[in-house]
């Protein structure tokens, strides 16, 4: 019951995180422009290299250690401020590197570097994997809502005009900073103090070391796209490929909201050695995001190319084919969410989770080298796709001694037959009616019913998954 409570949190927050940009993002792409979101962009995907360095792989490994010592308070303890100082330590040194690169090399948006410095600091005072391997998802939650709702007010308070770029470079940095302190009060009755003495913070580099090189190589190809689109192309290539990528992983982030909410719930099965128990949610929840994530891709391909102009402006016409070439992604990061971060990880095999996201970013830095200078945005989303097909298609070969793959697979068909037929029915409306709020919730709605109408009548697993759920929510 406390994993489907974990999800249900997670999961609404994914929802406010959908919602969230479809109030901001039109008015920010009509305000900052294409060129402006660019410039944003790029600095932003400079800054996100640094503090993923800094951070070394502290979110995962800090995760998976609170739950290994989710019931001894005093080691939970001293494990929480062994982390926090080795991770206070290394964002420091990060902050110095990276103040030294913007001073020595950075000309046309010193400016925007600076103010980019924000999200450094925001990341040396996040202590949410503490949280999220506890299991409190409710705490994570609701401070993130409270943050994200004052974070879309000020938008339209304090964004008026292309010049305001630098107001909302530092809107978004204040507002991580913030969000991450306000979770320390709560940690008051969750850890006690530990002596000085008995803290080896030093200990902890190895590990999480080791989880560093996947967290790293995994966000080679969700920021090197941009890096090279910004050196390759022009400015407004990668504002268009920046909304197109975001509007995907929206959809993409309501999919993976399991996997945040698995991972210490299955490193505590394995800890307690219940090795049935772990492979049982791998395959629910592998049964799961499938049905999720099947119709969000097709629902997207449906309305794409209309939607992007109506939504976002004029000036980004090419955003919809870009949505619908990297559509696929939503499928395939729900399944290796499920691989990766909710098997591979929780069990320790570390070193093949490493292997395939390192391959998969090593692919998407080749083919962005040749996709991007034939087909600017339109390459750097196909060489996404690759990647992110390498990688699931990796880690599936990786457990095939260890789970059943048929199994696994025994009921997609009919998550792709449902999403099929209404992706054919939504395509048909939405090429017959003018895209506007009203006909776009027509559409949205239609998908849903004829979806779930096709999901009853193939007989999917997920239905009695949902039965299961409801049951326990009514109990």
């Known amino acids: 019951m406390k994993v489907i409570k974990n999800y249900l949190y997670n999961a609404g927050y994914q929802i406010l995180i959908m919602f969230a940009p479809l109030i901001t993002t039109p008015y920010v792409a009509r305000v900052l422009g294409a060129h ?27 995760n998976r250690e609170i739950a290994y010592n989710h019931n001894d308070f005093y080691k939970r303890s001293k494990t929480f401020w062994e982390i926090e100082l080795l991770q206070t330590y290394t964002m420091s040194l990060t902050l110095i590197t990276y103040l030294s690169a913007v001073a020595l090399f950075s000309t046309t948006y010193k400016k925007y570097f600076l103010l980019q410095t924000l999200w450094i600091l925001a990341t040396a005072f996040d202590v949410s994997w503490f949280f999220m391997g506890m299991e409190d998802f ?85 920021v090197v796209n941009r890096l090279m689109l910004g050196h390759m192309a022009t400015p407004s290539d990668l504002g268009n490929f920046t909304y197109a990528d975001r509007l995907v992983k929206l959809l993409l982030a309501l999919a993976t909201a399991t996997g945040s909410v698995m991972l210490p719930n299955v490193a505590k099965k394995f800890a307690d050695n219940d090795i049935k ?103 750097a989303a196909m060489a996404t796709v690759i990647s992110e097909f390498a990688v699931t298609a990796m880690q599936l ?40 709020i009203v006909n776009l919730a027509v559409q949205i709605l239609m998908g849903i019913v004829i979806y779930l109408v096709a999901l009853f009548i193939v007989k999917a697993p997920v239905i009695d998954q949902a039965r299961v759920l409801i049951r326990k929510i009514n109990n």
């Not at 102009?309 to 290796?336: D, H, R």
């Not at 059943?404 to 054919?424: D, E, N, P, Q, S």
Request: proline fraction near 4%.
């Open 36 to 62: 402006n979101t660019g410039v944003n962009e790029y600095t932003n995907s400079w800054v996100t290299f640094f503090y993923l360095v800094g951070q070394l792989g502290i979110t995962l490994y800090g």
């Open 138 to 222: 409710k705490k994570t939650v609701m401070r993130n809502t409270l943050v994200k709702l004052i974070t879309i007010s000020l938008i339209f308070i304090v964004v008026r005009n292309g010049n305001d770029l630098w107001k909302y470079i530092l809107l978004l940095g204040l507002a991580q900073l913030g969000g991450n302190l306000t979770l320390w009060p709560y940690l008051k009755q969750m850890v006690c103090r530990v002596p000085l003495k008995d803290l080896h913070p030093f200990k902890h580099f190895y590990p999480a070391f080791l989880l560093f090189i996947p967290t790293i190589t995994t966000q080679v190809y969700l």
């Open 277 to 379: 128990g772990v492979r049982e949610s791998l395959y629910d929840s592998f049964d799961f995001v499938t049905a999720i994530a099947v119709p969000m891709m097709f629902g997207l391909v449906a309305i794409a190319n209309k939607f992007a102009p109506w939504f976002l402006g004029n000036q980004y016409l090419a955003t919809g084919k870009i949505m619908i070439i990297e559509s696929p992604i939503i499928v395939l990061i729900a399944w290796s969410t499920v691989t990766g971060n909710q098997y591979l990880m929780p069990v320790n095999r570390v070193k093949e989770y490493t292997t395939s996201v390192t391959v998969g970013a090593v692919l998407n830095i080749i083919a962005n080298l040749f996709l991007i200078h034939f087909f600017a945005a339109n390459g």
């Open 397 to 436: 070969f990786f457990i095939r001694n260890t789970i059943k793959r048929r199994k696994l697979f025994a009921a997609t068909w009919r998550y792709f037959f449902c999403g099929i037929v209404m992706c054919a029915v939504v395509y048909r409306f939405n090429q017959m009616m003018t895209m506007n």
